[in-house]
């Protein structure tokens, strides 16, 4: 018989646990100075940026270090659109679906860009992030810890 989890800690000092049915998490992560942590609602009539990375105002970051974002409507999904910084003449985005109820957590900013069966490319950093929701506008909760 499996043995149920009740807590979690990696290397990269991220702590998940269980409280009465209810995950918790929390990080320990050097070098985090701040967090951009907001409720949106997401239209399904037109993509929306949630977040850019750059100077630091209002739903903008300088350096984000860890993503959250998580689908807080019972029904629908929406879609999460990273858009990557210029690699090769292009400018490469990575798209996710995330499910009701779900979340995405990403420890890191640099991904591989390149195409259909090509040898790497460069990396290539997130310069920005869209979500547009499935048929129903959908409330996301978005942490960016930088």
């Known amino acids: 018989m499996a043995t149920k989890l009740t807590s979690f800690e990696s290397k990269s000092n991220i702590t998940l646990s269980t409280r009465g049915g ?27 940026t949630i977040l850019k990375y750059g100077i630091e105002q209002v739903g903008e970051v300088s350096n984000g270090k860890l993503l959250y974002i998580e689908n807080l409507d019972n029904t629908n999904f929406i879609r ?20 009701s109820g779900k979340f995405l957590f990403l420890p890191i900013t640099q991904f591989s860009a390149g195409g259909f069966d090509s040898a790497f490319a460069s990396w290539a950093t ?21």
Not at 80 to 98: E, H, Y
């Open 126 to 146: 997130i310069t920005s992030i869209e979500a547009q929701a499935d048929t129903e506008p959908v409330d996301i909760k978005i942490i960016c810890m930088y």
């Open 80 to 99: 999460i659109r990273l858009n990557l910084s210029l690699v090769g003449g292009a400018f490469p985005v990575i798209d996710f679906r995330l499910e």
């Open 22 to 48: 209810v995950w918790e998490y929390g990080f320990k992560t050097p070098g985090l100075n701040d967090i951009y942590d907001r409720t949106l609602t997401i239209p399904s009539s037109s993509e929306i």
